[in-house]
Nanobody, 113 residues
Framework: QVQLVESGGGLVQAGGSLRLSCATSRSILYTNTMSWHRQAPGKQRELVATITSGGSTNYADSVKGRFSISRDNAKNTVYLQMNNLKPEDTAVYYC???????WGRGTQVTVSS
C-alpha cells in the first residue's frame, strides 16, 4: 500500500516554476516531520526541505530563497513550491515521512538550460 504519492514533476525551462505535491494520510501527516529529498543521476540522495508537524521549516542552502515547503492539513498534502529553477535542480524528487520511514516513489523534475 502506497502511503506517499508525489505528483507535479515535469520539464521546465531554467527560471521557471513547478509545484510538487505529496498526498498522504491524516495520520501520517499529523505525526511525522515531512521532507522532500532529491536524487540526481550518479549522485547521492540529498535533503531539500523539511516541515514539522508544527509547521517549522528548514531548507538546504542550495534552495534557500527559491523553494518553499508547506502543508495543507485539510487536504493531507505536503507541497514543494520551486521557483527560479536551475538545471542543477534536475533530479527525481521524493517525499519522506521521518517517524514511519516511508518514502514515496518519486517524481521527475527536469530543468533545461
Amino acid at each position: 500500500q502506497v502511503q506517499l504519492v508525489e505528483s507535479g514533476g515535469g520539464l521546465v525551462q531554467a527560471g521557471g516554476s513547478l509545484r510538487l505535491s505529496c498526498a498522504t494520510s491524516r495520520s501520517i501527516l499529523y505525526t511525522n516531520t515531512m521532507s522532500w529529498h532529491r536524487q540526481a543521476p550518479g549522485k547521492q540522495r540529498e535533503l531539500v526541505a523539511t516541515i514539522t508537524s508544527g509547521g517549522s521549516t528548514n531548507y538546504a542552502d542550495s534552495v534557500k530563497g527559491r523553494f518553499s515547503i508547506s502543508r495543507d492539513n485539510a487536504k493531507n498534502t505536503v507541497y514543494l513550491q520551486m521557483n527560479n529553477l536551475k538545471p542543477e535542480d534536475t533530479a527525481v524528487y521524493y517525499c519522506y515521512a521521518a517517524r514511519m520511514n516511508y518514502w514515496g516513489r518519486g517524481t521527475q523534475v527536469t530543468v533545461s538550460s
